[in-house]
């Protein structure tokens, strides 16, 4: 299987800065939101894991 980078502009959120990756359309067991804040703002980012159908 060979990987490769995808554009941050196919994760965006509407105009905000933030992405959202949703792994499970290409084949990753994650999800996570990347927000992409002035220095002191927001809270730190998390990942979760995706849970696989079937189980």
């Not at 299987?1 to 502009?9: D, E, L, W």
């Not at 905000?16 to 067991?29: A, D, I």
């Not at 804040?37 to 927001?42: L, R, V, Y």
């Given at each position: 299987?060979?990987?490769?980078?995808?554009?941050?502009?196919?994760?965006?959120?509407?105009?905000?800065?933030?992405?959202?990756?949703?792994?499970?359309?290409?084949?990753?067991?994650?999800?996570?939101?990347?927000v992409d804040n002035e220095p002191g703002m927001g809270r730190v980012?998390?990942?979760?894991?995706?849970?696989?159908?079937?189980?």
């Amino acid at each position: 299987m060979t990987s490769s980078p995808i554009p941050a502009s196919e994760l965006l959120i509407g105009a905000s800065r933030t992405l959202r990756f949703e792994g499970e359309q290409y084949g990753s067991g994650i999800s996570f939101f990347y927000v992409d804040n002035e220095p002191g703002m927001g809270r730190v980012s998390t990942a979760t894991r995706t849970p696989r159908r079937g189980s």
